[in-house]
């Protein structure tokens, strides 16, 4: 565990650090704002599962408003336009998602811990796993959870702190178990998870996007 926590604290004396500060700095910002805005998020982070976080951002942004407005087959059309792998299972999640704006309001609203928030979510929201859930409510300002992707895994593996899993999808007793070894190096690196998750992305992949 020690080289990659040497490998952290180098980066937090480095220029990566500002970056990483003001990018948990718009995190907080944006789950202050109104639900649909926080809803738009939902919709990216539906858009990254077994996509890239890059193609992701690019139609988030051209679709923006489209995510609360666009009919079903309108979206899947926007977004094979716009290149995602799986225009119509995406459309129908996100469609779906957005009949459950209400309820994911009352989630967010709700005094549970952070756990409990990203159990509901996954509950409640189809398309969203917990790696999918986790990375939602970090965007939004929360700090205290994990978002194991295949980037991270690889990165654990190469310090020989996990084994590599046989498959790409995570049980939950497994993404448990990696996250609590996260969490173990976030505090010895006096960092949350939040931002852990972005250096250790930023190592592993050299970018820092979201």
Avoid at 36 to 42: A, G, R, S, V
Avoid at 51 to 64: C, H, L, R
Avoid at 102 to 123: A, G, H, P, S, Y
Avoid at 128 to 133: F, T
């Amino acid at each position: 565990m020690q080289p990659l926590i040497n490998i952290i604290e180098n980066l937090k004396k480095s220029e990566i650090k500002k970056i990483i500060d003001s990018r948990m700095k718009e995190f907080s910002e944006l789950g202050k704002k109104n639900i649909n805005e926080i809803f738009k998020e939902l919709c990216f982070c539906l858009l990254t599962a077994n996509f890239s976080a890059q193609g992701g951002i690019k139609i988030q942004n051209a679709v923006d408003n489209g995510f609360l407005t666009l009919s079903e087959t309108d979206l899947a059309k926007k977004l094979s336009e716009l290149g995602h792998r799986f225009p119509n299972a995406r459309a129908r999640y996100i469609f779906e998602a957005r009949q459950k704006i209400n309820d994911l309001r009352k989630i967010l609203e709700n005094e549970e811990d952070e756990i409990k928030k990203r159990e509901e979510i996954v509950k409640n929201i189809k398309g969203l796993g917990m790696k999918e859930s986790s990375h939602f409510l970090r965007n939004i300002g929360y700090k205290n959870l994990a978002i194991i992707d295949f980037h991270i895994v690889d990165l654990l593996v190469k310090n020989n702190l996990i084994i590599k899993p046989n498959s790409k999808s995570l049980t939950p007793k497994k993404y448990i178990e990696i996250e609590n070894l996260l969490r173990e190096i976030a505090e010895k690196t006096n960092l949350n998870l939040g931002e852990l998750d972005l250096y250790l992305w930023y190592e592993e992949t050299g970018k820092i996007l979201k």
